[in-house]
């Protein structure tokens, strides 16, 4: 870092995102990928835009709100397109936790919260999740600031139900909840269907993870249309045009391609559970996952040492050297072929370390 780079930055140590390897072919199952490619018809309509590139897209991405919105039966309004649900995470954490506001969130839960919470200067209120990794709704009763929670969470895997969420939401009337459901669409019910009956929820989405666009960088917000405008004065005031034309148009793509996606969905959880069987039966303890991962450990194995093992085998997955879960692994969900090959290793290393 140079002498010239603000405090904000030179203190915050930022988000460390999973290994994008360059060199060995890996079976690659450590950032929540989907393992198929995209909608061939998403592919079709980005190639089509490409044409255009010429000209800035639509800011207000007028098609894609009208697609989406139709899709999942809100209003225009209710909708903030995204580049990433990441940038929608950090519009979150602009506009209510910077300045002297405070960010709620659990202990273990997506790293980049406390990122984003230290970069904007928040307090934290980290609440421990219980010694089973499950979210008690009761300890985020009338909290302290804004509410993150991920449902499911990442990266336990597990899953709240509706009531629990709204539970959250109904206790606390006088702060923003938001509702981080990035793997719902591989287990859970969504909570979307309530932004319009309170007025302190908003729910954030993303196509990287069900709708295979982790490279296209697609998320949303979906609230009531005064928290929409709370982030669209952040988008205004930082990147009007936050999608590509190609990015905005695989999205509409990916949202018409309903049974591409949930044939996607169906594939992932059928082998999610084929994953966990097998890994128990190999004497791993397993979480039951809602999500496109499982997170599992070997006892008497450090989660590291099971990292390091598996990549050597030329499998890569992610270990997060952290209190309570550094016994810990967290592995993506992909093919059926990926699937075989990591239950084989895995249970090829624990007996080697
Ligand atoms: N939320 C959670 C819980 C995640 O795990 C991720 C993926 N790392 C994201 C949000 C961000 O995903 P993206 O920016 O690709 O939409």
Do not use: W
């Not at 910077?98 to 990122?115: L, N, P």
């Not at 039966?281 to 070997?298: C, E, I, M, P």
């Not at 093992?309 to 990926?338: N, Q, Y």
């Amino acid at each position: 870092m140079s002498k010239f780079i603000s405090d904000r930055f030179r203190s915050n140590s930022p988000y460390v995102p999973g290994e994008q390897p360059k060199d060995t072919a890996y079976v690659k199952l450590n950032t929540n990928e989907s393992p198929f490619p995209p909608s061939a018809f998403a592919m079709k309509l980005a190639r089509e835009a490409v044409g255009n590139c010429e000209l800035y897209p639509d800011p207000e991405y007028t098609s894609l709100v009208s697609v989406a919105a139709e899709k999942f039966n809100v209003k225009e309004e209710n909708l903030l397109f995204t580049n990433g649900s990441d940038e929608a995470l950090n519009y979150v954490f602009a506009a209510y936790c910077s300045e002297g506001g405070t960010a709620v969130f659990a202990d273990i839960t997506y790293g980049f919260y406390e990122v984003f919470a230290n970069l904007y200067g928040a307090e934290k209120k980290i609440i421990p999740l219980r010694e089973d990794f499950s979210l008690n709704a009761k300890d985020y009763a009338s909290a302290c600031g804004t509410v993150i929670i991920a449902n499911p969470n990442a990266p336990t895997g597990k899953v709240l139900s509706p009531e629990e969420v709204l539970d959250i939401v109904k206790s606390n009337k006088n702060n923003v909840v938001v509702v981080d459901e990035a793997y719902i669409d591989f287990g859970g019910q969504s909570v979307l269907p309530y932004i319009d009956d309170f007025d302190n929820l908003i729910v954030v989405r993303t196509f990287s993870k069900s709708r295979s666009l982790a490279g296209a960088r697609v998320g949303f917000a979906a609230a009531n249309e005064s928290l929409i405008n709370d982030l669209k004065a952040v988008k205004y005031s930082t990147n009007p045009y936050n999608l590509s034309r190609m990015s905005a148009a695989a999205a509409i793509g990916a949202l018409l391609d309903e049974d591409y996606f949930n044939g996607n969905c169906k594939k992932i959880i059928s082998n999610r559970e084929y994953m966990t069987e097998k890994l128990r039966g190999a004497g791993f303890t397993v979480l039951d996952s809602s999500a496109n991962f499982v997170f599992a450990k070997y006892n008497g194995v450090k989660g590291k040492d099971l990292y390091e093992a598996l990549k050597k085998k030329g499998v890569l997955v992610r270990h997060f050297e952290k209190p309570r879960i550094s016994d810990f692994i967290r592995i993506t969900v992909g093919s059926m072929e990926d699937t075989v090959a990591l239950v084989k290793a895995a249970t090829e290393a624990v007996k080697e370390i």
